[in-house]
């Protein structure tokens, strides 16, 4: 089955530095990507859909200059939480699609941000 | 706009029985999919059933199969022979043919397999 690689897998970085978290297809292109966000005990909630070579489309809510996605070839998406505060400590998880099989929604084993 | 709704927050079933957790969905869309995830504590999210919404037949993926009553707007996830692994979260998500192709998911039930 199709693999998605999510890295890395958890992250403790102070209050005010900047995270990058990375989303890779590995045996498909991805034309779309999906970033979500997990509270503990909650739903995942979608942040953003990210097409490649295009601007990111955010949720409502969601605060485009705080969490900056990247989506620069059909393999690899990036979500960068910069100047992050504890209250961005979550579970990141990434997500994509195949353009031939849209039934299937294929995700990364996620990012455990703690902000300090 | 589509909306998910999975009203059983936990469940618990005896090892080797069978066990359905409840979702039921609204959407304007004709077309659309219907999907149920596991998520164990590790957190990934593992793919399990997929539903079209003019699949004819309810969808059976080995152990688990989708309770498909499209006029009531539900789509069960059905566990037969409950094992240990199996105790986990279980997320039912909705994908809309138009517009953005967004996933919406459930607020998950926690389903405690007993042995």
């Known amino acids: 089955g199709a693999v998605v690689s999510q890295h890395p897998s958890r992250v403790i970085c102070k209050s005010g530095t900047s995270v990058k978290i990375e989303c890779r297809s590995l045996?498909?292109?991805?034309?779309?990507m999906f970033w979500y966000r997990q509270f503990p005990k909650q739903s995942l909630m979608l942040m953003a859909t990210s097409n490649e070579g295009s601007k990111a489309t955010y949720e409502q809510g969601v605060e485009k200059d705080k969490f900056l996605i990247n989506h620069a070839s059909l393999t690899l998406s990036t979500l960068t939480v910069t100047s992050a505060h504890p209250e961005d400590s979550s579970f990141y998880i990434c997500?994509?699609?195949?353009?031939?099989?849209?039934?299937?929604?294929?995700f990364g084993s996620g990012t455990q941000l703690s902000v300090l | 706009a589509q909306k998910i709704t999975q009203t059983q927050p936990g469940m618990f079933v005896q090892e080797k029985e069978a066990v359905t957790l409840d979702c039921t969905y609204d959407t304007s869309d004709p077309s659309y999919g219907l999907f149920w995830y596991k998520q164990p504590s590790s957190g990934e999210m593992i793919f399990l059933i997929y539903?079209?919404?003019?699949?004819?037949q309810n969808a059976t993926e080995g152990r688990y199969s989708l309770n498909f009553q499209k006029a009531r707007k539900s789509a069960n996830l059905v566990i037969s022979a409950s094992q240990l692994g199996d105790s986990a979260m279980y997320f039912c998500a909705m994908r809309e043919a138009s517009g953005t192709y967004k996933y919406i998911f459930g607020t998950g039930t926690r389903l405690k397999v007993l042995a």
């Open positions: 045996d498909f292109q991805a034309t779309t």
């Open positions: 997500s994509a699609t195949p353009g031939t099989e849209v039934e299937k929604l294929f």
């Open positions: 539903q079209g919404s003019y699949d004819q």
